[in-house]
């Protein structure tokens, strides 16, 4: 794959021209489509400054599923950059300037955050340090997309007027793979990456929760931190002078709905991507769980639909006949905190785990995950998280790291509920 730029009409295009060997379909459910994406360029920002290490990275993000063989960057790199691309099997990076320098940010610097709008990266900005700079990507709409980013830009306008140096970059990277959406799952981090230097970032940092970490509500604990996932992007990033941060890696969705609502800054976050500002759809997946989740904290009693409006949502009912259901570990906690009696939760009760299983250990804060986080950090998030859940204590973390479901999931018992559950839906 050979990747060039040009700054052009107030933006940085990034151009691919892959080589015959490269897989442009690598798997059966998206492929490379595009071979152009841009970044808009802010004012008075001279995108030529840009630190090639930092476009290299972006190149990365883009277009590592589609390559193989050999990746060539739009400019030479740094020797510590061109080291970490070694962490790469499948294709070789080129070319490697021996005496240009790595990038390295100055003492003055400041965490940097890929933030979304969501409860995750909110509850993350909230643990961070104060001088956080969180960066939203603008992603163009598309005709006929169910995406309203209306509520996450309100979000980014609050963040500004409680002081923050927020900044929304324009991106278009979703576009260039069909379907659209992001070619790598941290790639919500190229305009981070673009204004690492200009904004002097000593990291970046992304809402990874525990349920994307280290499995809960899949079906095994893994030990994220020797992954192959952190072992890639983790490098990659370091290599870049940028080090990946994940601050609520040991947080489950329980624990960031929990830090939203102490939080002084936690007004601003919305999940849903599909409703205006503070008015959620109430059609998707994530209004489900999250609405499930926060009637079983007492805090959405009012805003919340009936249960038999929940369980109509067509988005909800794709998951719940799944096994697993997705974030199952999230519906399992709700249901054992929700009132008996209701048909829906009764029934979806004798489908989640087992019942006597206990999660109150879910609000609670795994600080195993501190080494997610660079060094200079730990300190402030340990504090934090200290102060909005607390450490999760020996036997806690005792589940955490045997968590299994591969037993129950097999079951009889949970296929006959499964079907029963369905059923039941069915009928909505």
Same mark, same amino acid.
């Given at each position: 794959m050979k990747t060039s730029t040009q700054i052009k009409d107030g933006y940085i295009r990034f151009k691919f021209e892959p080589s015959k060997e490269d897989p442009v379909h690598p798997v059966e459910h998206y492929k490379l489509i595009g071979r152009k994406m841009k970044i808009k360029i802010p004012d008075g920002v001279d995108a030529k400054k840009i630190h090639p290490d930092h476009l290299a990275l972006i190149t990365i993000l883009t277009i590592h599923p589609f390559t193989r063989g050999e990746m060539i960057f739009p400019k030479p790199v740094s020797k510590r950059f061109f080291e970490a691309t070694q962490v790469v099997s499948r294709y070789k990076c080129s070319p490697v300037d021996e005496e240009l320098e790595a990038w390295n940010a100055s003492d003055d610097s400041s965490p940097g955050l890929a933030f979304s709008g969501g409860a995750d990266s909110t509850a993350a900005l909230a643990v961070m340090p104060a001088t956080t700079v969180p960066i939203f990507m603008d992603r163009p709409d598309k005709k006929g997309s169910l995406y309203d980013k209306s509520a996450a830009i309100e979000s980014c306008r609050q963040l500004k007027l409680l002081g923050f140096n927020m900044q929304v970059i324009e991106c278009d990277v979703e576009h260039i793979r069909d379907p659209v959406g992001f070619p790598t799952d941290v790639a919500n981090a190229i305009p981070a990456v673009f204004l690492a230097s200009v904004l002097n970032l000593n990291s970046i940092s992304f809402g990874t929760i525990l349920e994307s970490s280290y499995g809960t509500g899949h079906r095994l604990?893994? $030990? #994220?931190?020797?992954?192959?996932?952190?072992?890639?992007?983790?490098?990659?990033?370091?290599?870049?002078?940028?080090?990946?941060?994940?601050?609520? &890696?040991?947080?489950? !969705?329980?624990?960031?709905? +929990?830090?939203? !609502?102490? =939080?002084?800054?936690? #007004?601003? &976050?919305?999940?849903?991507?599909?409703?205006? %500002?503070?008015?959620?759809? %109430?059609?998707?997946?994530?209004?489900?769980?999250?609405?499930? +989740?926060?009637v079983a904290l007492k805090l959405d009693m009012q805003s919340v639909p009936n249960? !038999?409006?929940?369980?109509?949502?067509?988005?909800?009912?794709? #998951?719940?006949? *799944?096994?697993?259901?997705?974030? *199952?570990?999230?519906? =399992? #906690?709700?249901?054992?905190?929700?009132?008996?009696? $209701?048909?829906?939760?009764?029934?979806?009760?004798?489908?989640?785990? $087992?019942?006597?299983?206990?999660?109150?250990?879910? /609000?609670? %804060?795994?600080?195993?995950?501190? /080494?997610?986080?660079?060094?200079?950090?730990? !300190?402030?998030?340990a504090e934090k998280l200290e102060f909005y859940l607390g450490r999760m204590d020996e036997a806690g973390v005792a589940k955490l790291n045997s968590w299994n479901m591969d037993k129950f999931l097999t079951s009889k018992k949970c296929i006959k509920a499964q079907e029963k559950l369905a059923a039941l839906i069915s009928k909505q």
């Open positions: 604990f893994r $030990d #994220y931190p020797n992954l192959s996932h952190w072992r890639l992007w983790g490098t990659l990033f370091t290599g870049a002078g940028i080090p990946m941060a994940l601050p609520v &890696a040991g947080v489950s !969705e329980v624990g960031t709905r +929990l830090i939203i !609502e102490k =939080a002084p800054l936690g #007004y601003v &976050a919305q999940s849903c991507i599909r409703g205006k %500002w503070q008015v959620p759809c %109430w059609d998707c997946w994530k209004c489900f769980r999250k609405g499930l +989740l926060g249960m !038999e409006s929940l369980f109509s949502i067509k988005e909800a009912v794709k #998951y719940l006949i *799944e096994i697993p259901i997705k974030h *199952e570990n999230i519906i =399992a #906690y709700a249901v054992q905190r929700l009132p008996k009696g $209701d048909l829906f939760i009764d029934t979806l009760g004798q489908r989640v785990l $087992d019942k006597s299983m206990e999660l109150g250990w879910l /609000e609670n %804060w795994f600080d195993g995950s501190l /080494e997610l986080v660079p060094e200079v950090m730990r !300190e402030h998030i």
